[in-house]
């Protein structure tokens, strides 16, 4: 079993920046890829970054490249979201997920934090 638990999301401008954090625990997180998806009002849940156990292999929804960047640190069992330059159309629910293979395909993933709300004022 793996429990994940997000933060960092809140309200901002935009062109702002927020950095989101997942902390994990239950498995060797070193040895599994993450991965961040969202879900605005109305929408179906969308795939936003991954990124293999050790880096730099890492994946990027079209619409997030060159203003979001995911890293990790597994030293502290934690996957960060960096969002730069939000827009109006990045609000959703954050979500990080946990998977044994790299993969955009959200089937993929085994266990998912319970969100957090990310909402960028125009």
């Known amino acids: 079993q793996v429990q994940l638990v997000e933060s960092g999301g809140g309200l901002v401008q935009a062109g702002g920046s927020l950095r989101l954090s997942c902390a994990a625990s239950?498995?060797?997180?070193?040895?599994?890829?993450m991965g961040w998806y969202r879900q605005a009002p109305g929408k179906e849940r969308e795939f936003v970054a991954a990124?293999?156990?050790?880096?730099?292999?890492?994946y990027y929804a079209d619409s997030v490249k060159g203003r979001f960047t995911i890293s990790r640190d597994n030293a502290k069992n934690t996957v960060y979201l960096q969002m730069n330059d939000l827009k109006p159309e990045d609000t959703a629910v954050y979500y990080c997920?946990?998977?044994?293979?790299?993969?955009?395909?959200?089937?993929?993933?085994?266990?998912w934090g319970q969100g957090t709300q990310v909402t960028v004022s125009s």
């Open positions: 997920a946990f998977s044994y293979v790299l993969t955009t395909s959200e089937s993929g993933y085994d266990y």
């Open positions: 239950g498995r060797t997180f070193s040895s599994y890829a």
């Open positions: 990124i293999w156990r050790t880096g730099p292999s890492a």
